[in-house]
């Protein structure tokens, strides 16, 4: 079955670019749409964005301004960038496979078991 | 952006307990609503899509219904491995949204 992992440093210091990869194994990234996910210590659940294989995105206008979501297809990976941290990205970070399962509707199934990144000089 | 809300945000119970949890949005959502399982450290798994169908995994204790702006989660029967928090997850438009949680944990 499908597995999701993530990777990338643990720790950034303020003002600078957070980097995430997430790796896709037991099957192709080049299908579904891939998104990531964070989760402040102890707070619910925030959706970042998503990126379609083709390289479609879309954004949550929150953090638009500082994401981007970039996808690998001959790795099987996809990746995070988030600019000009501060501690208020602190969080644990998860990547998702998103399936489409009808127009417009969508799950987000499965998970990674996501990566704490800590801002922090 | 659509808010979510759920109540209770906490709530105590049995084993063997019916439990049901209240996810309404800010606007319709048609029944563009999935429900999410979180244990303490680990990631969110997907119970309930199209807010009352069933991942493959999910026991039957566990059902979903509504649509428009008001959904439920019942678990008609607690088990231990039920003790954890749920959230909604509304994918009708962007950005998407979750519900602010809601921890279900032992009496």
């Known amino acids: 079955q499908v597995q999701l992992q993530e990777s990338g440093p643990g720790l950034v210091k303020p003002s600078e670019t957070l980097s995430l990869t997430c790796t896709v194994s037991?099957?192709?990234?080049?299908?579904?749409?891939w998104s990531w996910i964070r989760q402040p210590p102890g707070k619910g659940l925030e959706w970042i964005g998503y990126?379609?294989?083709?390289?479609?995105?879309n954004y949550n206008p929150s953090l638009k301004s500082r994401v981007t979501i970039s996808v690998d297809t001959p790795k099987n990976q996809f990746s995070l960038k988030l600019s000009s941290v501060t501690a208020a990205d602190t969080a644990v970070y998860y990547c998702?496979?998103?399936?489409?399962?009808?127009?417009?509707?969508?799950?987000?199934?499965?998970w990674g078991q996501g990566t704490l990144v800590t801002v922090s000089s | 952006a659509i808010q979510m809300t759920q109540s209770p945000s906490s709530l105590s119970a049995s084993v063997g307990d019916r439990v049901t949890i209240t996810c309404r949005a800010s606007?319709?959502?048609?029944?563009?609503l999935g429900w999410y399982q979180q244990k303490p450290g680990k990631a969110p798994r997907l119970l309930i899509y199209?807010?009352?169908s069933l991942q493959s995994w999910v026991p039957s204790r566990f059902s979903g219904s509504g649509s428009g702006t008001d959904f439920t989660l019942t678990i008609s029967s607690l088990q231990p491995e039920d003790f954890a928090t749920y959230y909604c997850?509304?994918?009708?438009?962007?950005?998407?949204?979750f519900g602010p949680g809601t921890k279900v944990d032992i009496k």
């Open positions: 998702a496979r998103v399936v489409e399962y009808s127009y417009g509707s969508r799950w987000f199934d499965p």
């Open positions: 037991g099957g192709s990234i080049s299908s579904y749409y």
């Open positions: 990126i379609h294989y083709s390289g479609s995105t």
């Open positions: 606007q319709g959502i048609r029944n563009d």
């Open positions: 199209a807010a009352s």
């Open positions: 997850l509304q994918d009708y438009n962007y950005p998407f949204t």
